[in-house]
């Protein structure tokens, strides 16, 4: 059974960062496909970003160029270093697994994704 902790949100002024991290259970980094999500008050959940057990990368039209996601193999985390972060971008913050190595082309749906954490606040001021 895979598990995920989020840590790391917080409150923070717009223009600001703030980086997340998800404790996964061992060798879920190097075994599956990896996201991160949101969902911002009385809107549906949708995709941030994910990684691919090679590391290769991809973002959300909205966030990129400001998000980077990352993973520690060795440390079983995942991150999210989220920079000019913006009042859009205040959210319950997720991560989550797949149950396949490879990144979904459509990555951002969240039926590929077997496994969530409880999620982490991210509130960011004008």
């Known amino acids: 059974q895979v598990q995920l902790a989020e840590s790391g949100g917080g409150s923070v002024q717009a223009g600001g960062s703030l980086r997340l991290s998800c404790l996964a259970s061992r060798g879920t980094s190097r075994s599956y496909c990896m996201g991160w999500f949101r969902q911002a008050p009385g809107k549906e959940r949708e995709g941030v970003a994910s990684?691919?057990?090679?590391?290769?990368?991809r973002y959300a039209d909205s966030v990129k160029d400001r998000f980077t996601i990352s993973k520690d193999n060795a440390k079983n985390t995942l991150y999210l270093q989220m920079s000019s972060l913006k009042p859009e971008d205040t959210a319950m913050y997720y991560c989550a697994a797949d149950v396949i190595g490879s990144c979904r082309p459509t990555w951002s749906a969240l039926y590929w994704y077997n496994y969530w954490g409880q999620g982490t606040q991210v509130i960011v001021s004008s």
């Open positions: 990684i691919d057990t090679l590391g290769r990368p």
